[in-house]
């Protein structure tokens, strides 16, 4: 198994560009969500997903979107990239084990100029 | 306040000393996970507990729900323990994790 797999690893993007940042993985997992780490501020849940065709949002939805056709893909979408999402964006998978088992992907650093 | 707290924040060890980093909760809880992260790296969890006491070779993880507490333990610390562990809980619905904002541990030679 791949595990949780992210592209691209990292990004450079201008204000106002939009662009998505990739995330699957092959453990057949239901739960998917995105978390950002910016220093000092620990993780914080972005948008996360219970199974393909639904989504909800986490702390800090604003500026991003995301869907969930398959089981595999859950994407994040930056619509008008702004300097304050300049952090790492990780994406995670899960599932239920008399709590959550957490899978996280490698992870994106991403730079919005 | 922070639903979860971590202590300390920056933890400087000899290699062969006995480490613990402790994390504090105010929210229910179904479970608590520690997570190591190296310098410009991915995530990785170590425990994840509700209750009790678990062991993985040179790391054990202890909560006390009652107490709404639990702390990471490294014994005989190597340089490569040196990274960042973050402690997260269930503190909502469908398995969304609050976070702690992690200990920096660096163990030296």
């Known amino acids: 198994n791949a595990g949780v797999t992210q592209t691209p690893k990292f990004q450079v993007l201008k204000t106002g560009q939009s662009m998505t940042l990739q995330c699957a993985q092959d453990?057949?997992?239901?739960?998917m969500s995105w978390y950002r780490q910016d220093p000092g501020m620990g993780l914080r849940l972005i948008h996360y997903?219970?199974?393909?065709?639904?989504?909800d949002q986490g702390e800090v939805p604003n500026g991003y979107n995301v869907s969930r056709s398959t089981t595999e893909d859950f994407p994040l979408r930056l619509l008008s990239a702004a300097p304050s999402q300049t952090s790492v964006y990780f994406c995670a998978s899960s599932y239920w084990t008399g709590g959550y088992e957490q899978y996280f992907g490698p992870g994106t650093r991403l730079t919005v100029t | 306040k922070n639903e979860v707290e971590q202590s300390p924040q920056n933890l400087t060890a000899q290699e062969g000393e006995f480490i613990t980093i402790n994390c504090s909760y105010s929210?229910?809880?179904?479970?608590l996970h520690w997570l190591q992260q190296h310098p410009g790296g991915g995530i990785v969890s170590l425990f994840m507990?509700?209750?009790g006491k678990k062991k993985h070779g040179r790391l054990i993880a202890t909560i006390n729900i009652q107490e709404k507490h639990s702390s990471l333990h490294i014994t005989a610390s190597h340089p490569r323990d040196s990274a960042v562990y973050i402690c997260a809980v269930h503190g909502g619905s469908q398995g969304n994790l609050i976070f702690g904002k992690g200990t920096k541990l660096s163990v030296k030679p």
């Open positions: 929210v229910g809880i179904s479970a």
């Open positions: 507990l509700s209750s």
């Open positions: 453990m057949n997992h239901e739960y």
């Open positions: 997903s219970v199974g393909a065709g639904i989504t």
